[in-house]
């Protein structure tokens, strides 16, 4: 009796391994990526179509990184822009929900898992570079019993002290901030000696990371305590109120850039918040987000109804103006060479982003949103289809 209940249970398993999978995580490469991608077009002064990525894909080279949803298993998949083919597949058998992809840098992308798991791959080479679990938070019991209906808040963001990127995951009411190189935990808040609430400590509502910067939107004992941390080791650097903040980017040179309420352009020093230099007549009022910035060594780089305006960052003085017609998207991508803004609803134009000449225009089948740009390439959503890359 014992030995058939042993080999039914052995049936039953295979069989449920075979429906559902085998646990864990596998990533399977499938040749080699051209990295980095030097399509023809790229670099020339026209704007030119050199290829399409799938919607909301991460770029890297010739491979655009989507999350990937199957029967048995949850991950990500690579795939060549150059001839759609798949570059490598990551995979992860009986998992909980993936948040990912995550953007490290050039190279590398975070996928991170609602039951704490971080994998950190290598785009070019299609391999898990190292893997990471968070400790549950505080909120782990109650986030996972209200997962059963909606999904319990985690926010994913990226920090850098100097050259090093950090990831930075809000979860379960803690913030987690992990070595971009090991996976290691770095610092958490709130931390025995940080927590300066009444018992319980801070509820975090959110948290913005900008360069080595991270900012903390939270409520204390009812009222908000906003603060801003290093985000090399965890210290509160200085406090804040409001949410203008909220979509602060960093400008390098110990700097960050964001919108008050009233559309003014302001940049505060990173170390103590302190405000450096504003423009109140940006017309940033209905563009408020610092995703849409420009942002290159020396300029920020803003899109108002009327035209486009290059701030030097060192003092805020106008580097360049251009006059363009109205359009209803306001981001501006630039590397500092060249400048991509919509002049109108479906016309994209190439500026030189030292002094503002228009460079080229190209008018596009529907309307367009520049969505990103990296290594002399970007890409303009198009309608409601797949990125178009351009070079």
């Known amino acids: 009796m014992r030995l058939i209940q042993i080999v039914s249970c052995a049936v039953v398993s295979i069989l449920l391994l075979g429906l559902v999978g085998w646990p864990g995580e596998t990533m399977m490469p499938m040749g080699d990526s051209s990295y980095p991608w030097r399509p023809a077009g790229w670099g020339t002064a026209g704007i030119d179509v050199v290829g399409r990525a799938p919607f909301a894909a991460e770029v890297y080279g010739d491979v655009a990184v989507r999350s990937r949803w199957g029967l048995r298993t949850e991950g990500l998949v690579g795939e060549r822009i150059t001839d759609g083919s798949t570059a490598w597949r990551y995979e992860n058998g009986w998992a909980d929900d993936s948040l990912g992809p995550v953007r490290m840098n050039d190279r ?6 609602r039951d704490g798991r971080v994998s950190l791959i290598d785009v070019p080479d299609g391999r898990i570079v190292w893997q990471a679990d ?21 926010e994913i963001s990226v920090a850098r002290d100097g050259s ?33 609430c009444p018992a319980g400590g801070p509820v975090l509502g959110s948290v913005r990371s900008a360069g080595q910067t991270v900012l903390v939107f939270q409520d204390c004992a009812g009222a908000e ?10 210290r509160r650097l200085w406090g804040f109120d409001g949410g203008e903040l909220w979509h602060a980017r960093a400008l390098g040179a110990d700097r960050l850039a964001s919108v008050d309420d009233g559309g003014a352009l302001v940049v505060r020093r990173v170390q103590d918040g302190k405000i450096l230099w504003r423009v109140p007549s940006a017309g940033l009022k209905d563009n408020p987000y610092g995703e849409a910035m420009g942002v290159s060594d020396e300029l920020v780089t803003v899109r108002s109804e009327t035209e486009v305006v290059a701030y030097r960052i060192a003092d805020g003085e106008v580097a360049w103006r251009r006059a363009l017609g109205d359009a209803w998207n306001g981001t501006v991508l630039t590397d500092g060479v060249d400048t991509y803004v919509a002049e109108d609803a479906t016309t994209l134009v190439k500026l030189d982003a030292r002094t503002g000449r228009i460079v ?25 289809g797949d990125d178009v890359v351009i070079g």
Do not use: C, K, Q
């Open 164 to 196: 090093v990127p950090l990831v930075v995951v809000l979860h379960d009411g803690r913030l987690d901030v992990l070595d971009g190189r090991t996976g290691a935990i770095r610092w958490s808040y709130p931390s025995a000696s940080s927590a300066s």
């Open 225 to 234: 305590s906003n603060v801003a941390l290093s985000a090399a080791d965890g």
């Open 134 to 154: 968070l400790p549950p938070g505080p909120d782990h019991e109650a986030n996972r019993a209200y997962d059963e209906e909606w999904g319990a808040a985690w």
């Open 360 to 384: 080229d225009r190209h008018r596009f089948e529907d309307d367009i949103t520049p969505r990103w740009m990296r290594d002399g390439l970007a890409g303009i959503g198009v309608g409601t």
């Open 108 to 113: 590398r992308v975070a996928d991170i898992w």
